[in-house]
């Protein structure tokens, strides 16, 4: 059936507005060719140094020596608190024991040198020996004391690159303090509140560990016992050790288990 005259002049414009649209598209596509190459070569080589480094990692993790391949790169391997950290062209990944029934003698034996290097480390780092209670409402680079018969609060916005403390008392981390690595040793119990985030947490405590609110941590914490309430949050890595405590969803072998090792993820 022929198309009537209404029909012609409906139909010609619309091919017509088709036409330049693909066009268009065709010339914006050979114009962007020359953005478009150098974003994927960038792509590729962040692709294969990535899969390099992960090969590196995984072959160490089999017990080849770091030159075994030559054409990958050299594998860096350190303590990273109870895990290990393993890297290779600065791609680094996070081991430990592969989930497995454990005795409570690897627990113990493994938590207890841990307890005590992680108080060693504290002590020799301490910048200051203070008495009684000290109370810390702005932060800066670096915060580390010891502090005898006395509790410690700390309650300010600022961010810090680096805490660590040996505490006679107990522990209140409130406010939106935003640490990079805080080390805690204390003989008393230990709060998050507020917007308190750290992006790795040592804590040993003879007390109880409580965080609130909108806390946000990652790390391990071995104490007495530990409870997470309302938004409080752990984030990967993360190992809760306690006499006392519920389930945590997330929690993560350390390396002192034995067991074979595993790459948990990427950090």
Known sequence: MALHSSSRGFVLPLVAILLFSLTLLFTTLLKSAGWLNP???RYKADFENFYKAESAVM???QGFPSDYYPELPPVQSELFGPWEKICAAEIC????????SVSLWEWSYGASDYRLDLEKRIQESAKDSLYGNKRYFQGSLFMSAVVHQGDLEMDFSDSVRSASFWVDGNVLVRGKARFDTLRLYTLGDVVFQGEVSVGYLELVS???FRAEDDARFSGVALVSSFQMEDRAKGLFPI???????????GSILPAFVEGRRKIWGRL
């Open 206 to 208: 003879r007390g109880n």
């Open 39 to 41: 974003a994927l070569g």
């Open 93 to 100: 990944f996070l081991a430990g024991a592969e989930p497995h």
């Open 59 to 61: 072959l160490h993790m």
């Open 239 to 249: 190992v809760m050790v306690s006499a006392w405590g519920e389930i945590f969803d």
